[in-house]
């Protein structure tokens, strides 16, 4: 691009060159992947695997309609199927729109813009090419372009990665032939002016950018998620089962009416398939029966509970500061067993502070300390970071702070604003009679006040051919330079950054103090690594710091912890076979001097290994990792790219919210084995009490309106109380699920076996035993024993829930926390008892005598107690390993 520089330039665009620089080269809006029209969404999750099986059988309900009238039935499934795929979209849509708002807050940012010869604050997504936007300190670029006057420092760190900043020079006319962030006369989208100031001409803009660009290219769907793909085992599972219980149950049938009952005569049988019209019905019923034994052996409520439970946990987090962009990201992040994690922002404060003051006789740990014990040294101190910083205090909502300017800046102001406030007697920024600003290559600043200069920068500069310091009354003694070379190691060893402070006057430099400057670890950080690493995920630091920094950072958050883990530089990194780095994978605990392409690479490499990854980030250079991630933490105060391409968006910043996130994702997929094991149970039970029951004399054991009611206690309301499950502490100190482990594991297997065994046993035992025959008069009123094994059958269902939600041995260990259960089915105790009482011969029952309802909960009670049991001698066999 070539571009010439004239005076009649200086007054802007008019309002009718913007509108064709707009329709010319578009808006500044970054392009960002549309979200999938409500519609779609529904109809994606037709796709679901349960959700198929469960078409598959309702489709051949509807072929049998016509014959068996079961309108119930088919509207069960239906109702099943349309209510987890509509939750499923809601649930999805609700992350998208919270998303786009928490995008559209960082676009509402404007810009002050020379446009038709006057200043306008001009909204960032309104820039068009061929703007004028003035530059300051503190100021993020909004768009590519080039500086035509002034001089800026600027930081590229959300854009490579780079803490360092480099000098930005006014554009001189050349020919730019590739924009990319070595040149220095571009200034590029993303990147935050440090010191100077100046005016920016816009060149490109939105998806034009290379902020933009790189935006574009991360609009692809990553791999499916553990969940997804367990689902699909499960589905495969229950169709096998399913399909050999209905071909079981089809067959016993043609044997029973082909050749039992013509009293096993092959002759009989003969006779029989001699008579096409008999052969057709009885096929035709057996195909009924096959069709009835799958629909009730696969779990309707599942993928309704999964939507429901994932929709829940979505607005819990939110609640929790994290955001959560698509509902299966919280599952995934349950699965995680690999956390690459950032270290500013996210381990540490992200905002380095003043973390002592050394002088040659004592050392402080704030200004307010330094102030109180040597008030004319620390008044030298504070003029100094006052008037040799390009940082100026600036007030906002009523409190005084540190603005403009680079992070070391602002920490050395903020360190003298006392409660919010500018000390009394500070000079302010006339006093100044003359600076040099801090340059890279000088490492120093200073700042010339009623003509003392004060000097501040790096000590091996700053202090050379030094041989006087000031005491603590402000006189000359002899400098210690012993002492301070102590100072300054000891430090360096805490991962501290240290400046040295001196005064000058009359041509004799004394030194004053040394600042320790670091940014500390958040309060919780050492904690939740413990955490995260008890619940079998390792951690891995990466980070731009030296070895020796980021080695006491690893160490003070624990990552680092004396073992055998590893520490490797970029370039060790680079050196390395992809074989010998998935190896080595186990041990490695800190990545320093990373750059962006580093981060892909261990991310390959770890899904190479079969590893769930987590990734966090915050600049356009981690997009790439976290869109390739199975799941990725884009951190809220981050880029809207990092933010577009993560799954969860952490809105503190904080490592305990991915810890939260974790706990969550854990407790979904819990949530969802108990539910399974709760609904298979049930289900499995019903499919044995109609098949067998006939058999001893009781035709029709439960009514289709009794087993509606059955199919809402199992689906709707179930899923609902199982999805209220609190997250529990334990969870954390379990190892992660395996990404190939199905979601029926041998435990649960196990425990739906001889749970459901139990409740056959007690319902076939109630039909048969005489006793129970006389004491409800089956002889007499049939309606009063049916009525009163419908009963026992619900009670024992509820019973069998109670159990099902948790691996305790006590079967209401927690059951107060999730108070959506207890409410639940609590309804379904007092609509039951309504039934009982009320329902008459609509559902079949009669009212039952206080003596009589107190028998059917005690039976119903057994229930607890065979799985307490089942539960004390399957934890002992798994040892913990459940669901």
């Not at 991360?218 to 998620?225: I, W």
């Amino acid at each position: 691009m070539h571009m010439r520089t004239t005076m009649t330039e200086w007054s802007g665009l008019d309002e009718a060159e913007v509108t064709d620089s707009r329709e010319k080269y578009g808006s500044n809006a970054l392009v960002s992947l549309k979200p999938k029209p409500f519609f779609l969404k529904f109809l994606s999750g037709f796709s679901d695997p349960i959700i198929r099986i469960l078409l598959a059988a309702l489709g051949i309900n509807c072929l049998f309609l016509f014959k068996t009238f079961d309108v119930w039935e088919t509207v069960g499934i239906a109702a099943a199927i349309l209510s987890a795929t509509l939750i499923s979209a809601l649930s999805e849509r609700g992350g998208e729109r919270a998303f786009a708002h928490l995008q559209a807050e960082a676009q509402r940012s404007s810009c002050r813009v020379r446009r038709g010869g006057g200043d306008h604050a001009v909204p960032i997504d309104a820039l068009v090419v061929g703007d004028l936007v003035y530059l300051n300190a503190g100021d993020k670029i909004p768009a590519d372009g080039v500086l035509l006057s002034g001089a800026l420092r600027v930081s590229l760190a959300a854009l490579n990665g780079e803490g360092r900043e480099t000098e930005r020079v006014p554009y001189h006319g050349k020919p730019i032939a590739d924009w990319t962030p070595e040149d220095p006369r571009l200034l590029l989208r993303g990147a935050v002016v440090t010191w100077g100031e100046g005016v920016m001409r816009v060149c490109r803009v939105g998806g034009n950018t290379l902020y933009g660009a790189l935006s574009g290219e991360l609009q692809n769907e990553g791999r499916a998620s553990p969940l997804k793909m367990r689902l699909g085992v499960l589905a495969s599972q229950m169709s096998r089962v399913g399909y050999c219980a209905a071909a079981g149950v089809a067959l016993s049938y043609l044997i029973n009416t082909f050749y039992i009952d013509v009293g096993c005569s092959f002759a009989g049988t003969r006779l029989l398939l001699s008579d096409p019209a008999f052969v057709f019905a009885a096929l035709t019923h057996a195909l009924m029966l096959a069709t009835t034994t799958i629909v009730m052996a696969v779990p309707e409520g599942l993928p309704m509970m999964i939507s429901v439970v994932l929709s829940a946990n979505i607005r819990r987090m939110h609640r929790d500061r994290v955001l959560v962009r698509k509902p299966v990201g919280i599952e995934t992040a349950g699965s995680m067993n690999l956390l690459f994690c950032d270290k500013t922002g996210t381990l540490t404060c992200g905002k380095p502070v003043v973390s002592g003051i050394v002088t040659q006789w004592d050392t402080y740990p704030s200004y307010a300390v330094f102030r109180s014990k040597a008030p004319r040294a620390a008044a030298a101190y504070a003029v100094c970071c006052v008037c040799s910083t390009q940082s100026r205090p600036t007030e906002q909502d009523g409190v005084v702070r540190a603005c403009g300017g680079n992070a070391t800046d602002r920490a050395l102001l903020d360190s003298v604003l006392l409660h919010g406030r500018i000390p009394e007697g500070l000079p302010g920024e006339n006093a100044v009679t003359a600076r040099v600003p801090f340059d890279s290559e000088k490492k120093y600043a200073m700042a010339e006040v009623d003509g003392v200069w004060y000097i501040k920068g790096a000590p091996e500069i700053v202090l050379r051919d030094v041989v006087w310091a000031t005491d603590r009354d402000g006189e000359p003694v002899p400098l210690d330079r012993e002492r301070l070379a102590r100072q300054i190691t000891a430090i360096t060893e805490k991962a501290g950054r240290v400046l040295a402070v001196c005064t000058e006057a009359g041509g004799v430099r004394r030194f004053l103090c040394l600042i320790s400057i670091r940014d500390d670890l958040r309060p919780h950080t050492r904690r939740t690594v413990k955490q995260l690493r008890g619940a079998g995920i390792d951690v891995v630091m990466m980070t731009g710091d030296s070895r020796e920094t980021a080695a006491v950072i690893a160490r003070e958050a624990g990552i680092l912890d004396g073992g055998d883990g590893l520490l490797w530089t970029s370039d060790e990194l680079a050196s390395m076979t992809d074989a010998d780095v998935r190896t080595a994978l186990p041990r490695l605990r800190v990545v320093c001097r990373a750059l962006p392409q580093d981060k892909s690479r261990l991310v390959r490499l770890a899904q190479e290994a079969g590893l769930v990854v987590g990734m966090t980030g915050d600049g356009v250079n981690d997009a790439p990792a976290l869109k390739c991630a199975d799941v990725g933490f884009a951190l809220g105060g981050g880029t809207e790219v990092a933010r577009e391409a993560g799954d969860i968006v952490i809105l503190d910043d904080n490592l305990s919210s991915i810890a939260k996130a974790v706990l969550y994702g854990r407790t979904i997929f819990k949530s969802i084995r108990k539910f399974i094991m709760f609904q298979m149970t049930t289900n499995l039970s019903a499919v044995g009490i109609s098949l067998l029951c006939p058999l001893f004399g009781v035709d029709a054991p439960i009514t289709v309106l009794q087993m509606l009611w059955v199919n809402l206690i199992m689906d709707t309301l179930g899923s609902l109380a199982f999805a209220g499950e609190a997250p529990s502490a334990d969870t954390m100190r379990e190892r992660p699920k395996a990404p190939g482990e199905a979601i029926m594991s041998a435990y649960m297997v196990h425990r739906i076996a001889l749970m459901t065994a139990y409740l056959l046993a007690l319902c076939l035992w109630f039909v048969h035993s005489e006793g129970m025959r006389e004491h409800f008069g089956f002889y007499e009123q049939p309606v009063h024993f049916l009525g009163a094994f419908f009963a026992l059958f619900i009670f024992a269902d509820i019973a069998n829930s109670v159990s099902a939600r948790t691996t305790h041995v006590n079967p209401i260990h927690r059951l107060a926390a999730n108070r959506a259960f207890v409410a639940i089915f609590g309804f379904i105790i007092a609509a039951q008892l309504g039934m009982i009482y009320f329902g008459g011969s609509m559902f079949r029952t009669v009212p039952l005598s206080a003596a009589d309802l107190v028998l059917i909960l005690c039976l119903s009670a057994g229930v607890l107690l065979w799985g307490m049991l089942v539960k004390a001698l399957l934890g002992r066999r798994y040892r913990g390993n459940t669901v």
